[in-house]
């Protein structure tokens, strides 16, 4: 599977900013689909997941809970994150990873990434 991420920019806080990510190569609907984020200096950490198929499963981080939501649109080989009220800490390069028929937050689960969009939350 091959995934491209969009979507990323300055925002300043408070503001909302919609993440895509294009998945081809593969059954996009047999993949559990994740976002994760790495931060300067901190390590890559879970953002989001949505399971495979139907995406009937969401698991967040309590940090983004509330205030993320993932979907995905197997039609289209797509999968979103929309990010309300951000916040300055939420400033990270932002992942979209796929795992085949798993789910979980591991990073080592995650078979495929794409490169990674820019996030910058700053007044």
């Known amino acids: 599977v091959q995934l491209v991420e969009s979507g990323g920019g300055l925002v300043q806080p408070g503001s909302s900013l919609t993440l895509s990510c294009a998945a081809s190569?593969?059954?996009?609907?047999?993949?559990?689909m994740g976002w994760f984020r790495q931060a300067p200096g901190k390590e890559r950490e879970f953002v989001a997941a949505?399971?495979?198929?139907?995406?009937?499963?969401?698991d967040y981080a309590d940090s983004v809970k509330g205030r993320f939501t993932i979907s995905r649109d197997n039609a289209r080989n797509t999968m979103t994150l929309q990010m309300n009220s951000l916040k300055p800490e939420d400033t990270a390069v932002y992942y979209c990873?796929?795992?085949?028929?798993?789910?979980?937050?591991?990073?080592?689960?995650?078979?495929?990434w794409g490169q990674g969009t820019q996030v910058t939350v700053s007044s």
């Open positions: 949505i399971s495979w198929w139907s995406g009937s499963t969401r």
């Open positions: 990873a796929g795992r085949f028929r798993t789910t979980g937050r591991s990073e080592n689960g995650y078979d495929y």
């Open positions: 190569g593969r059954t996009f609907s047999d993949y559990t």
